[in-house]
């Protein structure tokens, strides 16, 4: 029974761990877009070079994993927003899951992206990544 116990312990505690580390990248204070017009708040605030640090597969696997799923998390809603605007605006939608494209490519085409300019913002990689995806949902001639 104390087994039970002390596990459940570490879980708590891992599982705190990760809550702490994403309630705090979530409270970053919000970076001013290049064009002075908005804000950007939540891991799209955070530098390429935080994202890599925050998922690493040096740090716990699941902390690393939890930190992961935050950040896609918010690149799928960024994502999905540029799609609702683009959208009332007239402007093409990209597919968000074209086939051979899914989540799993476009996680590792953020950190390929984030690997090579780690300076720039998360938020510039997920823009990156939705060109990407707005040429592949273009119909082919």
Not at 25 to 38: G, N, R, S, T, V
């Amino acid at each position: 029974m104390l087994c039970g116990i002390q596990r459940l312990g570490a879980d708590m505690r891992r599982t705190g761990t990760s809550l702490i580390a994403a309630l705090a990248l979530l409270a970053a204070a919000p970076a001013l877009a290049a064009d002075k017009q908005f804000s950007i708040m939540g891991a799209g605030a955070q530098s390429c070079a935080n994202y890599l640090k925050h998922t690493n597969e040096l740090t716990s696997s699941d902390d690393a994993r939890h930190m992961d799923d935050l950040y896609f998390s918010w690149a799928q809603g960024w994502m999905s927003q540029l799609g609702r605007n683009g959208g009332a605006a007239g402007a093409p939608i990209a597919n968000l899951n074209p086939s051979g494209f899914g989540p799993p490519e476009q996680r590792k085409f953020l950190r390929i992206v984030c690997q090579g300019e780690p300076a720039i913002r998360y938020r510039d990689a997920v823009d990156r990544l939705y060109q990407q995806l707005l040429v592949r949902s273009a119909p082919q001639s």
